[in-house]
């Protein structure tokens, strides 16, 4: 069994800040790539931001220069750092992982429940 668990969504002002994180645990081989997907209300599911298999990053246009995403590997742990935040960015945030479980040889992907990420004044 693999979990994947999301936390640190709320309410925020624009121009506020949130860190989401997105923990990884049980039966699992290895981990390769982790991001973090955002869908909005009526919008299909997007990428956000993802550490990829090489340790390279790749970022929503959209979120550029505002959006971090960063890893710890010891504690397979992922988190998105979003600064700046603009109305626009409310959505439910998604953590999906690329990851190896024990005793099965092929990748699978593995999301989270989402979290809700709200923009207002």
């Known amino acids: 069994q693999v979990q994947v668990v999301e936390s640190g969504g709320g309410l925020v002002q624009p121009g506020g800040s949130l860190r989401l994180s997105c923990a990884v645990s049980?039966?699992?081989?290895?981990?390769?790539?982790m991001g973090w997907y955002r869908q909005g209300s009526g919008k299909q599911r997007e990428l956000v931001a993802v550490?990829?298999?090489?340790?390279?990053?790749v970022y929503a246009d959209s979120v550029k220069g505002r959006f971090t995403i960063s890893r710890d590997n010891a504690k397979n742990t992922v988190y998105l750092q979003m600064n700046n935040l603009k109305p626009e960015d409310t959505a439910v945030y998604y953590c999906?992982?690329?990851?190896?479980?024990?005793?099965?040889?092929?990748?699978?992907?593995?999301w989270g429940q989402g979290t809700q990420v709200t923009v207002s004044s």
């Open positions: 999906q992982a690329n990851l190896r479980p024990e005793g099965n040889i092929r990748l699978q992907d593995y």
């Open positions: 049980g039966s699992i081989s290895r981990i390769y790539g």
């Open positions: 550490n990829t298999s090489l340790r390279s990053t």
